[in-house]
């Protein structure tokens, strides 16, 4: 099992900046994959952004230039510095861990961009 701890959503003006973090414990795998997801009311979740165990990462063209994740292995920890944040990115946001097959969620952050 995997425990999933997201924390840092909030209430944001358009414009301004947010950092998400996800702490990650129980039985971790040292390769993995650390996504983070995010829901907006009516619509399906979707991926936002990923980084690999090495550090590869890669995003949604709608997050791109504007999100960063980033990842502190020693900490089992995954980041995402999400500025110029729109109206439209407001959502639920949720942490993502797979490890080939297995994969686990957490309970997930609100985070609401005010315009």
């Known amino acids: 099992q995997v425990q999933l701890v997201e924390s840092g959503g909030g209430l944001v003006q358009a414009g301004g900046s947010l950092r998400l973090s996800c702490a990650a414990s129980?039985?971790?795998?040292?390769?993995?994959?650390l996504d983070w997801y995010r829901q907006a009311p009516g619509k399906q979740r979707e991926l936002v952004a990923t980084?690999?165990?090495?550090?590869?990462?890669s995003y949604a063209s709608s997050v791109k230039g504007r999100f960063t994740i980033s990842r502190d292995n020693a900490k089992n920890t995954v980041y995402l510095q999400m500025n110029s944040l729109k109206p439209e990115d407001t959502g639920v946001y949720y942490c993502?861990?797979?490890?080939?097959?297995?994969?686990?969620w957490g309970q997930g952050t609100q985070v609401t961009v005010s315009s």
């Open positions: 980084v690999m165990s090495g550090g590869i990462t």
């Open positions: 129980g039985s971790i795998f040292s390769i993995n994959v």
């Open positions: 993502h861990y797979s490890h080939l097959i297995i994969d686990f």
